[in-house]
Nanobody, 115 residues
Framework: QVQLRESGGGWVQEGGSLRLSCAAS????????MGWYRQAPGKQRELVAT???????NYADSVKGRFTISRDNAKNTVYLQMNNLKPEDTAVYYC?????????WGQGTQVTVSS
C-alpha cells in the first residue's frame, strides 16, 4: 500500500531552522510529484512547496528564499528545509504525493514557531 510517514516537526524559536522529512512507500517514488502543504487554525490549507519527478520546484511567495524542498529518490524521501522561521509559519504541515491519477496525504506534523 502507498503510505507517507512524516517526521521532523516540533518547536523552534523565531529565526531558527527545522527540516521535515516524508518517507514514501509503495508505487514508484521517482515517478511521483511531491509537495508540502500547511494549515493553520481557522485558515485554509495552502501550498508551501512542490517538486516534480524531474526535480523542478516552486514555492509560495511567503516562504520563497527561506524554505527549500528536495528529494532523494534512493531513499524514497522528500524534505523541506525551513530556515529563518517566523511565527506565521506555525501550522500543521502535510506531505502530498501525486502518483498517476491518485493523490496521497501524510498524517500531518505540527510545526510551532515562538516569538
Amino acid at each position: 500500500q502507498v503510505q507517507l510517514r512524516e517526521s521532523g516537526g516540533g518547536w523552534v524559536q523565531e529565526g531558527g531552522s527545522l527540516r521535515l522529512s516524508c518517507a514514501a512507500s509503495g508505487g514508484i517514488f521517482s515517478a511521483s510529484a511531491m509537495g508540502w502543504y500547511r494549515q493553520a487554525p481557522g485558515k485554509q490549507r495552502e501550498l508551501v512547496a512542490t517538486i516534480t519527478s524531474s526535480g523542478n520546484t516552486n514555492y509560495a511567495d511567503s516562504v520563497k528564499g527561506r524554505f527549500t524542498i528536495s528529494r532523494d529518490n534512493a531513499k524514497n524521501t522528500v524534505y523541506l528545509q525551513m530556515n529563518n522561521l517566523k511565527p506565521e509559519d506555525t501550522a500543521v504541515y502535510y506531505c502530498k504525493r501525486d502518483y498517476g491519477p491518485l493523490t496521497y496525504w501524510g498524517q500531518g506534523t505540527q510545526v510551532t514557531v515562538s516569538s
